[in-house]
């Protein structure tokens, strides 16, 4: 069992940055990628950016490439994801997930999910 903790959530203006952290805890060993995903309201999911955790590959949709910047700190247990530049179509629910595989370029096979956190982007 892995347990994901996201923090970092809040309310920005356009242009502005927030930096978003992930936490696991539990079998921590069976990670092998991690992944931030986002939800706006009456949107489906989508998946914003990916790593694999022990060799540090990333993976990007395209809406963000150049602005999110997904990191990690293995000695912490915890992925990052710097957003600069925030627009207020990046406003959603973001949520971590772990993958016990690593297809960077697939957002399938996620197992276990945090609870999120709420980024609000306004103009």
């Known amino acids: 069992q892995v347990h994901v903790v996201e923090s970092g959530g809040g309310s920005v203006q356009a242009g502005g940055s927030l930096k978003l952290s992930c936490v696991a805890y539990g079998n921590i060993y069976s990670i092998v990628c991690m992944g931030w995903f986002r939800q706006a309201p009456g949107k489906e999911r989508e998946g914003v950016a990916a790593?694999?955790?022990?060799?540090?590959?990333?993976y990007y949709d395209d809406s963000v490439k150049g602005r999110f910047t997904i990191s990690r700190d293995n000695a912490k247990n915890t992925v990052y994801l710097q957003m600069n530049s925030l627009k207020p179509e990046d406003t959603a629910m973001y949520y971590c997930?772990?993958?016990?595989?690593?297809?960077?370029?697939?957002?399938?096979?996620?197992?276990?999910w945090g609870q999120g956190t709420q980024v609000t982007v306004s103009s």
């Open positions: 997930a772990t993958r016990s595989f690593c297809v960077l370029e697939s957002w399938t096979g996620y197992g276990y």
């Open positions: 790593i694999y955790v022990d060799v540090g590959s990333t």
